[in-house]
C-alpha cells in the first residue's frame, strides 16, 4: 500500500466525491443547528454528532482497514479531527461528505503506517495471474458459480490497495482520478486495482471457473 | 474476442471507448457481465453497516477534556512564568533590601515559584491524555484550576510596590497548595487506571 497520504488530504480537503455515492445517501441529513451547536464547543452537540455518525463512520472505517480494532481507532481519529476542523467546516458540501472524507483520510493513514511498519502480504502476483487466466479464457471465465464466501468476508480478504479502490470506487463514489491522486498513482492505477479486485472477488465468490470461451 | 475485465467496468461506469459499448451492447455475454459487475457494486453497497464492540465516547471525551485542560495549562502556565519573570526583575532592580524582614519574604517567595513551577511540570507530565475521568473526579479538577486561576488573576494585579509583601507570599503559598491537591488528584488517577 503506498497512498501518497499528502495528496490524499489535498482531495479529502477538496470536497465530495464525484461519482454517484451510494451508500452515503443512505445517510440521514444532520440538523445545521447541530453542526453550529458543535462549532461552538457544545459537548452535548458534539456527543449527538458523534452518535448520529458512529454506525455509518464505523462502518466506512471497517471496509477500508485490516481490524476492528483499526476501525474503532479511526472512529476516534475521525471525531478527533472533526472537533479540531469543524470550525473551518464552511458548510459548502454536506456535513455528511466532508465527515465521511475525514474518516477515509484517516483510514487510509492507518494503512500507511502498517504499510511502513509491517507490509501486508504480497498478493500481486496471485492477482496478476487471475487477471492474466481473466484475459486468456475470455468472459466464461468468469461465470457464476456457487458462492464460496460471503461477499462481505471476501472483501475483506482483498489486499489492502484492491479494497480501498474497490470500496471508495464502487460505493463511496470517488473517480478513478480522485483515487489515483490519493494513491499518488495515475488513473490507470486505480482502473487496474478496480479490475484486480472485482477478478479477486470473482475467484473467491465463485471457485469454480469454466473453460475457455469458444 | 470479448472485452477485457477493465473495459467492462468502463462499460460499466460510463467511461468506455464506444468501441467498447457497441461490442456490449451486441454481445450478450458482455452485456450479462457487466449486469453481474452492477450486481456486486449493489451488493457490496448494501452490505449491512457495523457496529463498534465498545463505545468510544467516554474515552473520546476524556481525550477531549485533556486537549483542553491541556491547552489551558499551557496557557496558565505561560502566565504563571510572566508574573514570576516581573517578580524576580522587581527584586533584581531592588538590589539591596532594606530589611532582614523584606530579605526572608524574597527567599520564601522565591522558593514558592521554583516549586509552583515543578508541580506545573509535573502536571504536564501526568495530563491524562485520553484518558477517562469520572463525574466527581472531572469537577474536583474543574474547581482547583478555577480557583488557581483566582489566584493568577490577584497574581497579575500585583504592582512592583507590592512584589515581596506578605500578601504576595501568601498568594504564592495558595498557588503552591491548589497546584499540590492538583498533582494528587492526576497521580492518583493515573495510578488507579494503571498507567
Given amino acids: 500500500m503506498t497512498l501518497n497520504l499528502l495528496e490524499a488530504a489535498t482531495v479529502l480537503q477538496a470536497g465530495e466525491p464525484t461519482g454517484v455515492t451510494t451508500r452515503a445517501t443512505q445517510m440521514t441529513t444532520v440538523d445545521e443547528v447541530l453542526v453550529a451547536r458543535a462549532k461552538a464547543g457544545n459537548e452535548a452537540a458534539l456527543e449527538a454528532l458523534f452518535r448520529h455518525f458512529e454506525v455509518p463512520v464505523y462502518t466506512l472505517a471497517r471496509r477500508l482497514t485490516r481490524t476492528s480494532h483499526d476501525a474503532e481507532d479511526v472512529l476516534q481519529e475521525t471525531f478527533l479531527e472533526v472537533v479540531r476542523s469543524i470550525g473551518r467546516f464552511r458548510g459548502d458540501g454536506s456535513f455528511e461528505g466532508w465527515i465521511r472524507r475525514v474518516a477515509a483520510s484517516k483510514a487510509l493513514m492507518k494503512l500507511r503506517r502498517q504499510a511502513s511498519r509491517a507490509p501486508e502480504e504480497d498478493l500481486s502476483e496471485e492477482l496478476a495471474d487471475a487477471v492474466a487466466a481473466e484475459r486468456a479464457h475470455g468472459i466464461a471465465a468468469i461465470a457464476t458459480a456457487p458462492e464460496r464466501l460471503d461477499l462481505q468476508a471476501a472483501l475483506a480478504r482483498l489486499p489492502d490497495t484492491a479494497r480501498v479502490v474497490i470500496w471508495l470506487h464502487d460505493v463511496e463514489g470517488y473517480s478513478h482520478d480522485e483515487i489515483a491522486a490519493m494513491a499518488g498513482k495515475t488513473a490507470s492505477f486505480s482502473k487496474s486495482q478496480l479490475a484486480r479486485a472485482h477478478a479477486r472477488l470473482r475467484e473467491m465468490l465463485a471457485p469454480r471457473l469454466e473453460g475457455p470461451c469458444t | ?195
Fill in chain 2, 1 to 195: 474476442m470479448h472485452l477485457s475485465l477493465e473495459d467492462l467496468l468502463a462499460v460499466r461506469d460510463g467511461d468506455a471507448t464506444v468501441d467498447a459499448v457497441a461490442h456490449a451492447e451486441s454481445c450478450p455475454q458482455c452485456g450479462a457481465e457487466i449486469e453481474r459487475l452492477r450486481a456486486i457494486q449493489g451488493r457490496l453497497a448494501a452490505l449491512p453497516e457495523q457496529r463498534p464492540a465498545d463505545d468510544i465516547w467516554p474515552s473520546l471525551r476524556a481525550e477531549l477534556t485533556a486537549r483542553v485542560q491541556r491547552r489551558r495549562w499551557a496557557l496558565a502556565g505561560w502566565a504563571a512564568a510572566c508574573v514570576a519573570a516581573a517578580f524576580t526583575l522587581v527584586i533584581a532592580v531592588r538590589g539591596g533590601l532594606e530589611s532582614w524582614h523584606e530579605a526572608q519574604l524574597v527567599r520564601e517567595t522565591k522558593v514558592l515559584v521554583a516549586a509552583s513551577q515543578q508541580l506545573e511540570q509535573r502536571l504536564r507530565t501526568h495530563g491524562g491524555a485520553g484518558r477517562v475521568v469520572n463525574g466527581r473526579t472531572a469537577d474536583t479538577i474543574v474547581q482547583l484550576e478555577d480557583r488557581i486561576a483566582v489566584v493568577d488573576a490577584q497574581l497579575g494585579r500585583v504592582g512592583p510596590e507590592r512584589a515581596q509583601s506578605q500578601d504576595v507570599l501568601e498568594l504564592w503559598q495558595e498557588r503552591v497548595r491548589l497546584l499540590d491537591a492538583l498533582v494528587s488528584v492526576q497521580t492518583t488517577r493515573t495510578a488507579y487506571v494503571g498507567l
